[in-house]
Structure formats: C-alpha cells, structure tokens
C-alpha cells in the first residue's frame, strides 16, 4: 500500500503541447537511439546490441529472435523421437542444429566480448571471467556444450536431447528480469492483487504480464495447429501419443488460467462482490470461451466410457477464439452488433421469410417432377439457401418452367435482401469508429486545455490511436487542430472586438465560439425561468428573445 502511495504522490512529467509530434506519440521516431558514434568500438557495440537502458536499439529484438529460436528449437527435439518424421529429414535436423548452435555462441561470443560494458560486470577485476561463472553464462554454455562433446566424446542419443533441452533454460534471461520487475511494482500488494496484474491489465502487470499473455497466446495457436494436423490420418498415426501429451498440457495451461480470472476477477470494479462478481466474469464472453476451450478435454475424460464424444475434439478449434481478448476490433464489432440488433434482427427475419416462401414454392413446382430431390419442405430450404446466396452448387436445380421462373426471381430477390445485414454491419462499424475518433477528439481537447501533457494523457492517446488505426497524418491534423483551436480561443477572449472585426478568419472563428458559448448556455439553462426573467421588465427585445428560442428549438430537437 505504501508503495502505491508513492507512485500516485509523484508529480507527473508535463509536456508542453507545442512539443508534441505525432510520431513520437505513437512511438514510431526516425532518429533512431542516442548512440554517439565518437565512442570507443566496444561501447558502441554494446549500446546498439545489448544494452537495456537504451530504447529503439537492438537488444529487444534480439531477445525476440533467440527466445523464439529456443522454441522451435524444443519442437525439433520433440519431433526427433517420431522415427517416421526423423528418419526423412534426418539431414535437414542437423542443419537446423548447426544453426542453432552457430546463433548461440555467436551471442555467448558477444556477450562475452561485451562483459567489460555490462553494469553487472564492469566493477570486477576480471569482467568476463565473472560473466563466465554468472548462472545466465552457464546456461547459455549448456545450450551448446552438447553439440561439441559428441564431437570428442561419444554420448548416448538420448542424453544428448536430455541436454540439448537445456536450451531452453535460456528463456529465463527474459523472464528473470520481468518477475524482478514484477516483484517491485507489487511489493506490499496481497496475494490476489499479484495474480489480478498477472492476468488483467493494469499499472503493476509490466512486462510479466505481457509474456504471460504472449505465452497463451502461443499455446493457442499451437494447440490449434495440433488439432488441425489430428485430422489428418497419416499424420496422427505416427505422432497421435504426442498429439495427446500436447492436448493435456494446454488443457491444464488454459485451465489454470481459466480458475486464475476468476479468482482474481473480484479486483475488477465491475467484478466486485465476491460470488456474485465471480459469476458475472463467468458469464461474460471471453470468459465463456475460455471454458469451452477447455470443456471437450473434461466431458470426453468423464463421460468417454459411458457416451461416444469423440465429436466433441473439433470443438477444440474454439480455442482460437480466445486470440479475440488481444484484439480491440472484435469489442467494436460486438458493440456494433449490440447497437444494430433490433435493425439485424429484422432483417434476419425477413431472410428467414423468404428462405421459408423459396423453399415452399420450390417443393409445390418441383416435387412431382423431382421427389427424390424436393420430398419435402425441411430438405427444399437447403435449395433455398443457396439458391438466394447465389451461391448455386448446382447438386439441387428446377427442371420445370414454372420452378426456374421462380427461381430466377427468388434469387434477384436474395440479392437485396441477403446483402441488407452485411451493409448494416459495414455501414455501422464505419459509424462507430467515426464517434470513436470523435471522442478521442473532445478527450484531446480536454486534455489539452491547461497547455500541457501529462505521461498518463499520452498513454492514453497512443492506446486509443493504436487501437482507432489513427495514422501520422491524421493524428498530426488533430493535434495541430485543437491547439489553433484553443490559441484561437484565447487569442479571442484577448483582442479587442474592432480588431476582431477587422479581420473576417478572426471574426468567423469568434462568431463561432459565441454561438457556442449560447448554445451551451440554453443546454444548462432552465427555460421557463430564463424566458420569465427575460420577459421582466423587457429585459430581452422581442428578435432577441426569438433568436434565444431557437436555440431552445434546437436543443430539444438535438
């Protein structure tokens, strides 16, 4: 608690709007790292390669490439025990092996040559001798030493992968670094606050919390891979126990995660109230979809020896749907389908209408011509369907005279009406983005009115023009829109009116910020006393009272 209290008692960083740039706003500068070229070779080294404390170098991005080299590296292995898919490629493996283990002591090499600049060794008498006997050092010579000792010492094949699996201790020099990041910005938070910022976001997530939603993510998509190559029969006879290991590995990842949520959901506002609020996340659609990911693995495990589930496996393609919590377009198309719902449904209703009159007309004009194809109404409305989609596989068609006539005009009918939800969906999702970006706008004139940016306002502004696709371009015009907009302001509320008037933009601009000033006047004002008031002692003219009820005209118009 204390340490929260700190951190909202810092005084934030004020930044001078005049200042602000587009590009720097979304985090896409060209000038690249302060990196002095003058110098020494070293230091300049590590300040592009492997220095943290320097942002837009290189260092992320090789963290990136040697965690996701590591990855597949734990695949390779895995698919070496499978003599069927070894045997073939066995070549092919070694070259990947080769390659992997060139990258891993180039970047011990480097790392190595640069202990000098490291602030972890940089103080001791012999620097790389101490990186040397660092833990991070000894894991990343494991990763490689098996490679060398077979060359001189034969190893039996499977302590080789034992130890080759070693690499994948390099993974913890991202996550160490994260979890002390994480311990910090938590330090006297409960046990439930922890796992609340492990899995929801918020200030005191870091960077743990985005590895940890990386990592679902990825066992998303390789669970779904898996499922995908199940079904197909030549594969899954040589691999089908590795198929299940995986299956039981991510069911008991998603499920932690699952019973994660919902224990720490009740940190949430709109969560609170211990089971109420535990139900309530339950219920919501994220959350539905993470049990579904899960729930096959469960009821085939329970009830496979009484009940025949097998179908219930392609329901493990659901899991892709939890990709949907990391991308913000499915929020604005599910609030889309919720604000069009009435105009959605009714158009569905008339679809199905139509599909029930095409496939009753098609069984009376068809049926005797063709029963083995139009027995009845159920089967005709698949005809139907295809027929106004236009889609028309042709396995279904009308032979008669009467059945093609009325087919040719069901289906320019199908055009209109099939097409009516689809332009909806279009048209409002444009709509919501518009009034999205016409909030972020009034957001930016608020935030902007003192003359400065805090850090929280800039965050803010480049979550919201990320997740609005707001360009440079755009961002810069509204930038430079709302601060003339408030210079005008007060440029206005400064100069004299003669000179005002003198100048026809000026005078414009200010006729407008008074037809404003009014028109928020008669939106806070009571109108029946402002009108009895004015009328007192004929306060207001009679044109100048009329002018004022049309504003009034206008408000409960608006």
């Given amino acids: ?59 992320k991005s090789l963290d990136s490439w040697i965690g996701i080299l590591i990855v597949v590296n734990l695949f390779a292995l895995v698919l070496e025990h499978v003599p ?5 490629y066995k070549q092919l493996f070694h070259y990947f092996d080769i390659f992997s283990v060139t990258v891993f002591v180039l970047e011990y090499a480097l790392r190595f040559y640069l202990a000098p600049e490291d602030e972890e060794f940089q103080r001791k008498d012999m620097p790389r001798v101490a990186y040397i006997f660092s833990p991070f050092a000894i894991i990343d010579f494991l990763a490689v030493a098996p490679f060398f000792l077979q060359a001189f010492i034969p190893i039996d094949l499977r302590a080789l992968r034992f130890l080759r699996l070693l690499r994948i201790l390099k993974l913890f020099r991202i996550v160490i ?19 609340h910022a492990m899995v929801f976001e918020s200030p005191y997530g870091g960077k743990l919390q985005t590895i940890f939603d990386t990592f679902i993510g990825i066992w998303v998509i390789i669970s779904v891979l898996a499922v995908v190559l199940e079904s197909i029969q030549s594969v899954s006879y040589l691999i089908n126990l590795e198929f299940v290991i995986l299956d039981t590995i991510a069911v008991a990842i998603f499920t932690i995660e699952y019973l994660m949520r919902l224990y720490a959901c009740v940190e949430e506002p709109r969560f609170r109230h211990g089971f109420l609020g535990r ?13 579904l990911a899960i729930l096959p693995f469960f009821l085939e495990v329970l009830l496979g020896t009484v009940l025949d589930l097998r179908f219930l496996r392609t329901f493990r393609l659901a899991r892709l749907l939890k990709l949907t919590r990391y991308n913000d377009s499915t929020k604005i198309l599910t609030t889309v389908i919720a604000r069009e719902w009435p105009v959605i449904s009714a158009s569905a209703f008339i679809m199905i209408l139509m599909v029930i009159m095409t496939a009753s007309l098609g069984y009376v004009f068809e049926h005797e011509a063709q029963p083995e194809k139009f027995d009845n109404i159920p089967n005709s409305v698949y005809w139907a369907v295809i027929t106004l989609a236009s889609v028309g596989y042709g396995d279904i068609s009308p032979i008669t005279a ?3 006539f009325m087919t040719v005009v069901m289906a320019l009918l199908g055009i209109g009406i099939f097409a009516i939800p689809a332009a909806l969906l279009a048209s409002a999702f444009g709509d919501q983005l518009h009034k999205e970006r016409e909030m972020l706008k009034s957001n930016l004139r608020n935030m902007m009115k003192d003359g400065h940016l805090d850090e929280s306002e800039i965050e803010m502004l480049r979550v919201e023009a990320k997740r609005l696709h707001i360009t440079i371009e755009e961002l810069n015009a509204l930038l430079e829109h709302v601060h003339n907009e408030r210079i005008n302001k007060q440029n206005h509320s400064q100069i004299p009116l003669h000179v005002i008037a003198e100048r026809p933009a000026q005078a414009v601009e200010h006729y407008k910020n008074l037809l404003g000033q009014i028109h928020q006047l008669a939106l806070m004002t009571d109108a029946a006393k402002f009108e009895a008031a004015a009328r007192e002692s004929d306060r207001l003219s009679a044109s100048e009272l009329s002018m004022w009820q049309k504003f009034q005209s206008g408000k409960a118009s608006g």
């Fill in 1 to 59: 608690m204390s340490q929260e209290i700190i951190q909202d008692s810092a005084p934030p960083k004020l930044i001078d709007i005049e200042s602000v740039d587009a590009k720097a706003l979304l985090g896409l500068e060209e000038a690249g790292p302060a990196i002095s070229r003058d110098q020494p070779f070293r230091r300049w080294l590590y300040d592009w390669t492997l220095n943290p404390n320097i942002p837009g170098n290189f260092q």
């Fill in 402 to 404: 009467v059945g093609r």
């Fill in 279 to 291: 139900l309530k996340q339950a219920r919501n659609p994220a959350t539905v979809i993470d049990l």
């Fill in 177 to 195: 670094p994260a979890i002390k990041e994480f311990a910090e910005l938590n330090r006297g938070r409960t046990f439930r606050q922890k796992i």
């Fill in 84 to 88: 069927a898919l070894f045997e073939p």
